[in-house]
């Protein structure tokens, strides 16, 4: 029994209305996917976030990108990076069934951006306007 | 490092007579309380039904009663506020400065944190399966660890009042006074520890009713069908879960400093005390949402059932409510315009502030359009919702008045914005949850409540409220600040006056609250709600008896309409039957109790205290506990009861014939006034 994979689906609590539904799709059949077509997805993951982080590690090399250029691409691969974990590994797909996962990445996304943005803003404009004490009698001082 | 840390006969406060005599009579009521439930041998029922309970609707009426009881620990504590700021015109009053700043920090996080949220989350608990017609939440077991969390948190708060002390910053600890250097003793670990347990148990809670409503919904029941308690839950939940690992993190880095030496916030090691009023108030946003926005759902149902019409604008109701969920995370600055983020910041934010009164407007405006017309009963939860209206759209415009920064630059930290936030936390949050325990006991224990002592409460708290904080007002225009212990201005001494006898009027309301317990529990059986419908209900919890089965439905209801229950009424009466026939009943397989929760709370309280006495070995000890009773539960093997079809069955059929012969008496009672009616 406690090796039953749907274990959650056995208190019979509530029927599942997925966004499927919602979204006007009949409920659809759920395809389990191959043991290989999965493990040919978790590799070519694997293999793209590696040769991601290699390539940031690349970029370092100053000779290669130029050299102010080079934070900007670290953030790129990044970000690459951040993709490909979402697709490969937390399968997030535009499907109609993962609306809400996509939905609740995008809020997360929003919330974290409104905060670090946010806050990096805030700060910047407060340490503009509140020198601290000691930095102004260094700039009195010279 | 001695065996007990930092805990010495010191901690215990035996110099100070007023707290070692209110600590000493709160613990003799415990043990009393335990040592009757012992005596009485009720000791195992409450273990069986009640402690190791993952049902949804149990476990929401604890959050209630932990709410109601940290209510008047909360309460004891704004008596003696009021009754020192009367005593301390040009006088020490009665409580020491050290002692009067323990008190409002007490309140304060008590009020927040164990009675607005609780209470919520309580009747989040009980409503919202039953409004989406499902058997419970997501994860019911994870429902118990958080609630028993929450309680382990507030342990934690009373337990400083005999052990130790509370922390004197106020109920937010900014430093640098909440650093090891202005605040050395545990007050502010016992804050902290406190919320970083009582708050995991809040974010699980966020997970689980969000996993809930999005996943776990009655055949049929559309996102635009859901009722409006339920999206408000969902907004409140989403904030939940994106807003208190906000706390957490804050807290942790103060804990940081305090512990381990670390300088995130302390100005004079390259940190930065600016950054923890940003963050705490990038949570403390959102958190005044996540109280309010339940409220407003409670509301939603309560002015649209007792004004006998559908909620007007319910759309214009969800889109206000995700509109409210989004920008209450871009307002957190104007608690703060004046630390000098500068004109253009405080602009942005200020305008932002007054963007969000305008969901809030469009709210107000359909609960007024859905009393228009419609045939008003006025009963006590109709009451509150009025007098909430009233209340609250005065307290949002002083609202919108502060989030003008000049304006806010004169009433910074003023007893005019304490007056505000109580305007508007008493007014919607309290009175909201009030409208909804009236509302919704009937349908958790099976009788309605006493209707004239719930309307006496409900006045005096109205009239109470209003002259404890209206003179509030007054004095801050007046200039006084906040968390005064003493002072020696002579026009504000007759306004605190008025307000000590407003606080007294609130005082006579709780007292009018308990009586209505008392007394409609003797007379229940008198108020038997017996259908399960006494206010005739438009949405689902009324579908089923009360109090409800544990499985709540034998059958899940089909949805086909907004109003489902409502819906299905209709139809009976048209066709003079129950809509649907009875079922063939199934066996129903339902979660089994856990202990899970109660000893992980246990676990997380041992460690709590240890951490913040510096008991090492203990801290150790109660992790490893916790995480033992998390790996025995994860590797169980029976994990669930079945309810055999011959209990189902019998549950539903006795419910089914009394809605049968409710549906005929009323059919007869028409036909008898049709006769009657003179013929023209």
Request: with cysteine; hydrophobic share 50%; aromatic share 14%.
């Amino acid at each position: 029994m406690s090796s039953d994979p749907n274990r959650f689906e056995q208190f019979d609590l509530g029927s599942h209305v997925g966004e499927d539904r919602v979204l006007g799709e009949a409920p659809s059949e759920l395809h389990p996917p191959t043991l290989r077509s999965e493990l040919r997805g978790y590799l070519i993951g694997l293999v793209l976030a590696a040769a991601l982080t290699a390539a940031s590690f690349w970029a370092l090399d100053e000779h290669v990108i130029y050299g102010p250029g080079i934070v900007m691409a670290l953030i790129v691969f990044g970000l690459a990076q951040v993709g490909v974990h979402l697709a490969f590994f937390l399968h997030l797909t535009t499907a109609p069934d993962n609306a809400n996962n996509a939905l609740a990445l995008a809020f997360g996304v929003l919330i974290v951006s409104l905060i670090f943005f946010g806050s990096i803003w805030v700060m910047f404009h407060m340490n503009q306007h509140m020198i601290p004490a000691r930095a102004l009698m260094e700039m009195r001082g010279g | 490092m001695t065996l007990l840390g930092k805990l010495t006969w010191q901690a215990i406060p035996l110099h100070e007579p007023l707290p070692l005599f209110s600590g000493a009579a709160v613990v003799i009521i415990m043990v009393a309380i335990v040592a009757w439930v012992v005596i009485k041998g009720y000791l195992p029922y409450l273990w069986r039904e009640w402690i190791t309970s993952v049902d949804h609707k149990r476990i929401g009426v604890m959050y209630c009663i932990l709410a109601g009881v940290m209510l008047l620990r909360g309460f004891i504590d704004a008596i003696m506020m009021r009754t020192q700021q009367v005593m301390a015109y040009n006088a020490p009053g009665f409580l020491p400065p050290s002692h009067f700043a323990q008190v409002f920090s007490a309140h304060g996080t008590i009020m927040i944190f164990f009675v607005a949220m609780p209470f919520v989350i309580g009747l989040m608990n009980v409503i919202v399966p039953l409004q989406l017609g499902v058997r419970d939440v997501a994860f019911p077991t994870l429902n118990s660890v958080s609630f028993w969390l929450t309680a382990a948190g507030a342990l934690l708060v009373n337990l400083s009042l005999v052990v130790g002390e509370f922390d004197r910053t106020g109920w937010l600890p900014y430093p640098p006074l909440s650093e090891l250097a202005y605040s050395p003793g545990v007050g502010v670990d016992y804050y902290c520890w406190s919320l970083q347990i009582s708050g995991v148990g809040t974010l699980m809670t966020g997970i689980n009713f969000v996993t809930t409503i999005l996943k776990l919904r009655a055949p049929g029941m559309h996102y635009t069908r859901m009722p409006m308690f339920c999206w408000t839950a969902l907004a409140s939940n989403l904030l939940i879960v994106a807003a208190f690992p906000v706390l957490t993190a804050t807290l942790a880095m103060l804990l940081l400093d305090r512990y381990v030496g670390f300088h995130f916030f302390t100005d004079t090691g390259g940190g930065n005390s600016m950054m923890f009023m940003n963050l705490i108030w990038a949570w403390g946003h959102p958190e005044v949402y996540i109280l309010v926005l339940p409220a407003f759902g409670i509301y939603s149902e309560v002015v649209s059932t007792f004004s006998s019409k559908p909620l007007f604008g319910y759309r214009s109701m969800i889109y206000a409510t995700m509109a409210i969920c989004i920008i209450s995370f871009m307002v957190w600055l104007h608690h703060f315009f004046t630390m000098g983020a500068g004109a253009d910041v405080n602009a942005i934010f200020g305008i932002a502030s007054m963007i969000i009164a305008v969901p809030t407007g469009v709210k107000i405006f359909n609960w007024l359009f859905t009393m228009y017309g419609g045939s008003v009963r006025f009963t006590t939860p109709m009451l509150w919702s009025i007098g909430f209206i009233v209340t609250f759209a005065i307290g949002g415009l002083t609202g919108v008045l502060l989030a003008v920064p000049p304006a806010d630059f004169q009433l910074h930290n003023s007893v005019f914005l304490v007056a505000h936030f109580h305007n508007v936390i008493i007014g919607a949050v309290i009175f909201g949850v009030f409208a909804g325990y009236v509302y919704w006991f009937p349908k958790a224990f099976g009788f309605t409540l006493d209707e004239r002592l719930g309307k006496w409460a409900f006045w005096l708290w109205l009239i109470g409220f209003w002259v404890a904080w209206g003179p509030g007002y007054v004095v801050g225009l007046e200039g006084m600040t906040r968390r005064l212990q003493h002072y020696d201005v002579a026009e504000w001494h007759p306004w605190l006056v008025v307000a000590e006898g407003g606080v007294l009027i609130i005082l006579l309301g709780i007292i009018a609250q308990i009586a209505q317990i008392v007394v409609s529990v003797r007379t229940r059986e008198q108020r038997r709600d017996v259908t399960g419908d006494p206010w005739d209900g438009r949405n689902l919890e009324w579908a089923t008896a009360s109090p409800p089965p544990p499985f709540n439905f034998a059958v899940l209801p089909d949805v086909t309409d907004q109003e489902p229950y409502w819906d299905m009424k209709a139809r009976a009466r048209e066709i003079g039957q129950l809509t649907r026939p009875e079922p063939e009943y199934q066996p129903i397989h339902m979660p089994r109790n856990s202990p899970t929760g109660f000893v992980t709370a246990f676990l997380a309280v041992v460690s709590g205290f240890a951490l913040i006495w510096h008991i090492w070995w203990l801290v150790v000890l109660g992790l490893a506990g916790a995480y033992a009773t998390f790996v025995v539960f994860a590797w169980r093997d029976h994990d669930e009861e079945l309810i055999p079809a011959e209990e189902v069955a019998r549950l539903d059929r006795a419910n089914r014939a009394v809605r049968s012969a409710a549906l005929h008496h009323r059919q007869l009672r028409r036909e008898v006034e049709t006769q009657r009616e003179p013929r023209q």
